[in-house]
């Protein structure tokens, strides 16, 4: 069973405009989240994180937003530009606490 | 900056070989991990470490081993390769309890 859920495998935004990705989880004990962001032929490179005491943080133009009640988590980027087309995974540690549960993973294509 | 690297960028085996292959981090990282990813379905943690000699099973260990006889490196195992195990392969290293994850470039691995 997937504990970290994201629907959409793909999304393609306008350069310049709010590219917002998604991301479910099933168990409110989860309490740190991380997003991680992709490149063909490249391993996943950490990009923000955010505990479940807060409700956003911010870096930049990457913004994470937190709703615990509806535990569900969503990546904004503002402006979007063409090198943040990747794939973005949500990810949460696993119960033992070192080891990190992925979404599936959306892929981002930021057109120009 | 942390470097995690793995031993071969593409590999090629046969149905039924012993393949092995090899990480390594230069952080003095206690964490390591093993994940594959394959499309539509993510990062899959196999197997992980969290000291020499230590290893626990993560959510696909079947068909897998790993070994860890020094700190900075963590290898992976399959005992007789099959084609279900083609894959990008990903090791990841971390710093303690909920450390960031950094990962490698990544090994494309092909099973004939």
């Known amino acids: 069973d997937q504990q970290v859920k994201q629907n959409s495998p793909s999304l393609s935004v306008q350069e310049g405009r709010i590219s917002i990705l998604n991301c479910d989880y099933t168990n409110s004990m989860f309490d740190y989240f991380l997003w991680y962001k992709k490149y063909p032929a490249e391993g996943p490179t950490f990009l923000i994180s955010i505990s479940s005491i807060k409700d956003k943080n911010e870096d930049g133009r990457f913004t994470v937003f937190l709703n615990k009640s509806a535990k569900h988590l969503s990546l904004h980027i503002v402006p979007s530009q063409p090198g943040d087309s990747a794939v973005y995974f949500c990810a949460t540690f696993s119960n033992s606490g070192y080891a990190l549960n992925f979404g599936k993973g959306t892929s981002l294509l930021v057109t120009p | 900056d942390v470097k995690v690297t793995q031993s071969s960028r593409y590999l090629v085996k046969r149905t039924g070989e012993k393949v092995f292959l090899e990480c390594v981090q230069d952080m003095d990282h206690e964490n390591m991990f093993w994940y594959r990813q394959d499309p539509g379905l993510g990062l899959r943690l196999i197997y992980f470490s969290y000291d020499v000699k230590m290893k626990e099973k993560g959510d696909i260990p079947e068909g897998y081993s790993v070994s860890r006889e020094k700190k900075e490196r963590f290898s992976l195992i399959l005992e007789s390769a099959s084609t279900n195990q083609t894959s990008m392969y990903l090791c990841?290293?971390?710093?303690?309890?909920?450390?960031?994850?950094?990962f490698g470039p990544g090994t494309r691995l092909t099973v004939l």
């Open positions: 990841a290293s971390s710093f303690g309890d909920r450390g960031t994850q950094y």
